[in-house]
T-cell receptor
Framework: RKEVEQDPGPFNVPEGATVAFNCTYSNSASQSFFWYRQDCRKEPKLLMS???SGNEDGRFTAQLNRASQYISLLIRDSKLSDSATYLCVVNMREYGNKLVFGAGTILRVKS | DTGVSQNPRHKITKRGQNVTFRCDPI?????LYWYRQTLGQGPEFLTYFQNEAQLEKSRLLSDRFSAERPKGSFSTLEIQRTEQGDSAMYLCASIVTANTGELFFGEGSRLTVL
């Protein structure tokens, strides 16, 4: 089983739609979780951290479910500019702060 | 420019040759990571350093791969006897502390092995 798993998509949605991605992780000892965004042919950049209590940043909401070992990202009112690959990242503290990426979920927002 | 710098940006080599990539992290960042990314995949962890100490190396890596970070500043990643399967984007990232999770990536070094 992979350490971090994501549905690769692509998710094709119209502008204004709400879309959600899930990510599962295998190591229950994992401590920190993040969502990164990667545009085509660009390097990944941090989108948001995922806290136990959940967190929201504008149209983006991240949630953590430790019992089921998954994190989620919800995007409301999708914009064309949201089209990108969304990468789930887990800090494998058991292995000394190894940051492990999922394969990414492709989002395409269309007008 | 105070971001993470990688060079060369592109490298084309013949199978069996050795290649070396360099990464200059953000100066105050004490932790440095190397990842490899192929098309349609997320960045795959290779190794990371805390200052000059290499703390972990992926079990997926063969002995042909070696990385160093002398003096805890820049880092080099060397691939010996390259194979076509080594063709990928090699990404370097640095961070002050992994607790924040905000890795700052360089633009990557793209390797093509013919």
């Amino acid at each position: 089983r992979k350490e971090v798993e994501q549905d690769p998509g692509p998710f094709n949605v119209p502008e204004g739609a709400t879309v959600a991605f899930n990510c599962t992780y295998s190591n229950s000892a994992s401590q920190s979780f993040f969502w990164y965004r990667q545009d085509c042919r660009k390097e990944p950049k941090l989108l948001m951290s995922v806290y136990s209590s959940g967190n929201e940043d504008g149209r983006f909401t991240a949630q953590l479910n430790r019992a089921s070992q998954y994190i989620s990202l919800l995007i409301r009112d999708s914009k064309l500019s949201d089209s990108a690959t969304y990468l789930c990242v887990v800090n494998m503290r058991e292995y000394g702060n190894k940051l492990v990426f999922g394969a990414g979920t492709i989002l395409r927002v269309k007008s | 420019d105070t971001g993470v710098s990688q060079n060369p940006r592109h490298k084309i080599t013949k199978r069996g040759q050795n290649v070396t990539f360099r990464c200059d992290p953000i100066s105050e960042h004490n932790r440095l990571y190397w990842y490899r990314q192929t098309l349609g995949q997320g960045p795959e962890f290779l190794t990371y350093f805390q200052n000059e100490a290499q703390l972990e190396k992926s079990r997926l890596l063969s002995d042909r791969f070696s990385a160093e970070r002398p003096k805890g500043s820049f880092s080099t990643l060397e691939i010996q006897r390259t194979e076509q399967g080594d063709s990928a984007m090699y990404l370097c990232a640095s961070i002050v502390t992994a607790n924040t999770g905000e890795l700052f990536f360089g633009e990557g070094s793209r390797l093509t092995v013919l």
